[in-house]
């Protein structure tokens, strides 16, 4: 009954709101593009054009989901050589990963408004087998569309955060029947199968399987980067380099401040900051100055003859990170020391890194319990421990080195997610049922 109001208010809101939908393409850039997409209206010649095999559509929100998405897509089309692929995106950046990493292996578009008219036109222009929804992409008229048209839908590499758990819960009487069209729930870890069965979601329908954004790292590194970074920044041998990846706001403040103790012990060290939206690097840039620091962009180290010469780089560019990990000494993951869930530290680990990171890691645990059972992960609780351990790791490097192997070994011995998630999604491919 619940679900039937929720899709009922959602064919008035649509109506209701049309002429503002008209407006808000033509007012920004940034709706303006793929809006028919978001309409429902997807490119169907390009949809023809992908061939007869099963459909699979992955809806991945944004740069993570992505990066799972490709490697679940890999694990299928291994099992499934003619499979086809729709991939949906919300963000720009998420888009131009997709397409960049797909290319023509998958018609990528924008996903279509959560409004019953919107769903209803986009799935019956992709008529997928299996409807895949990563991490925690629960959307109630998605799942009721897919339900009446008979497509099977999965929630695959769920998670449900220690944070929003609470809120689920006390929603449970809203989510529950929309938890109960939902053929699979293949989870990350096993507090993630508990949460989404607090829920509400069927028992037998839920397995555990692990986290498909890892099974792409060890594949993904390469010596042409790390050679390619140490030229771009102009680094010596030997010369100790911090990142700080994925910073959020209220972070760089504490960041700076404990290099500003780091330089004091090892003057030639360089920081560089990688913010997690580029639309701060302006506020970024200003943060150092104010601090005293020289600072430079990375998109200012480019060009024949340039060279890095402030102490203090700013990662301006798109999709570069992980690849800037490897000429780390240390790494920081951020959105950890502000209440943001943290960010993936297996990324540095993978090239070998050591990894700090702050106490709100709630959105990894799983990759924190990896690293830590390595010795390869710490926490540090603010600004003044992180320029401690900082100092620390630099002061013992043999220690360092140590203990990054060990868990860049510890990830490379965690792969395989993608293959099970896959094997569950062709489970569901045979006859419709629930």
């Given amino acids: 009954m619940l679900i039937q109001c929720y899709t009922t208010l959602g064919w008035i809101l649509f109506y209701s709101l049309s002429p503002l939908l008209l407006w808000i393409p033509l007012s920004k850039r940034r709706y303006r593009d793929h809006f028919r997409e978001r309409l429902g209206l997807l490119p169907l010649p390009r949809l023809k054009a992908l061939g007869g095999g099963p459909r699979f559509w992955i809806h991945a929100v944004s740069l993570g989901e992505v990066k799972a998405a490709e490697a679940i897509a890999q694990a299928i089309r291994k099992h ?14 998420g888009r131009r990963l997709a397409e960049s990493v797909f290319k023509q292996q998958a018609v990528v578009v924008h996903s279509p408004l959560d409004a019953a008219p919107c769903v209803k036109r986009a799935l019956k222009a992709v008529r997928p087998d299996v409807l895949v929804l990563l991490e925690t992409e629960i959307w109630p008229l998605w799942v009721a569309a897919a339900e009446r048209m008979h497509i099977r839908t999965a929630i695959v590499n769920g998670r449900i955060s220690p944070r929003s758990i609470q809120r689920y819960v006390k929603l449970r009487a809203f989510f529950r029947p929309v938890l109960e069209r939902i053929s ?42 790390k050679d390619r970074f140490r030229r771009l920044l102009s680094l010596e041998e030997g010369q100790p380099v911090i990142v700080a990846g994925s910073t959020r ?51 200012g180290l480019d060009g024949v003859g340039r060279r890095r010469s402030a102490p203090v780089v700013i990662l301006d560019t798109f999709g570069e990170l992980f690849s800037l990990y490897s000429v780390a000494t ?6 950890s020391l502000v209440p943001l869930g943290g960010q993936n530290p297996l990324e540095p680990a993978a090239w070998g890194k050591m990894v700090l990171y702050g106490p709100s890691m709630e959105d990894f645990t799983d990759a924190r319990a990896l690293l830590e059972g390595a010795g390869a992960g710490e926490t540090v609780q603010d600004g003044d421990e992180l ?5 620390w790791y630099l002061s013992h490097p043999g220690t360092r080195e140590e203990r990054a192997a060990k868990g860049r070994q510890a990830v490379l011995q965690n792969l395989g997610a993608a293959e099970r998630h896959a094997l569950e999604i062709l489970k569901l491919t045979g006859p419709f049922t629930l």
């Fill in 249 to 299: 706001t209220g972070e760089e403040k504490s960041i700076l401040k404990a290099f500003e103790r780091v330089r004091k012990a090892f003057p030639e060290a360089v920081l560089v900051i990688a913010p997690r939206h580029l639309e701060r690097v302006r506020e970024i840039e200003a943060l150092v100055k104010r601090a005293g620091l020289p600072c430079e962009l990375r998109t």
């Fill in 184 to 225: 699979l729930f293949s989870m990350i870890t096993a507090a993630d199968r508990d949460r989404i069965l607090a829920m509400g979601a069927p028992r037998e329908r839920v397995v555990v399987n692990g986290n498909a954004k890892y099974d792409l790292l060890g594949k993904s590194i390469r010596a042409e980067d």
């Fill in 387 to 391: 320029a401690e351990r900082i100092i």
């Fill in 80 to 93: 499934v050589p003619d499979a086809v692929f729709v991939v949906s995106t919300i963000t720009p950046h």
């Fill in 330 to 335: 240390l790494a920081f993951c951020g959105a």
